[in-house]
């Protein structure tokens, strides 16, 4: 199973973040400015930066979007898609453009093996005002990469108190590969268990994916690993 969540995932967080916070924040402002033209002026302003950002951040997706998934992106692409998630979070410091355009500079950096960068792009996210939803995916993305650089009880430490909502299967199945890491096969299968009965996906493969998990981290599995590990 992928250790990141997919792109489609993002783009759903993505909008949970605008229904949670696109009318809270236009009610706020409605209060502050008060006033039917001064209330107009501003809409159509924020309106106009809105569709600059979305533009920006659709664009880089596009790039995404257009490749073939068996073909690695390019170094120019690379590089054009670095260059506007860092033009959106210079610019639209806070948004939820700027907090995706960052989750997936991250993802570049991982499957480039650069873990520094991911942890970077990963906690400047978490250090700029993300919605619940959008914290709860960063710190799960954070907490792998942490465990890829070989911190992994500060992985499992990352996440073993947060209440993940709607990614609990993701985080129970990323506790039970830290504690495999661990040599802890036993907390290993509970997780994966929980991880198993709490998917949602429908997804066929991931149900396999966690069975094969939990086979593995069975009494039996741990038995077989110690007497390996002897020989």
Known sequence: ???????????????????????????AVVIV???????????DAQQERAEQGSAIYGDMLEI?????????????????INATADQL??????SGYAHFAALLKAKLAVDNDDLELAVSELEWV??????ATTATLATLRLARVESALGNVEKALQMIETVD???????????????????????????AYQKALDTDQSGDTRVASILRLKLGQAKPSAKEEAVTDQAE
């Open 164 to 190: 993940a909502g709607d990614m609990v299967s993701a985080y129970e199945e990323a506790k039970g590969d830290f504690y495999v890491a661990l040599g802890n096969y036993d907390a290993a299968y509970t």
């Open 33 to 43: 400015v008060g006033g039917f033209f001064g209330w107009q002026g501003w809409n």
């Open 89 to 94: 979070k210079e610019e639209y410091n806070g």
């Open 126 to 131: 978490l250090n700029n005002n993300p919605t």
């Open 64 to 80: 995404v979007n257009n490749q073939r998934p068996d073909e690695p992106l390019s170094a120019d692409k690379q590089a054009s």
């Open 1 to 27: 199973m992928a250790n990141h969540l997919s792109e489609e995932e993002q783009i759903e967080a993505f909008k949970s973040w605008w229904a949670e916070n696109g009318l809270k924040s236009v009610a």
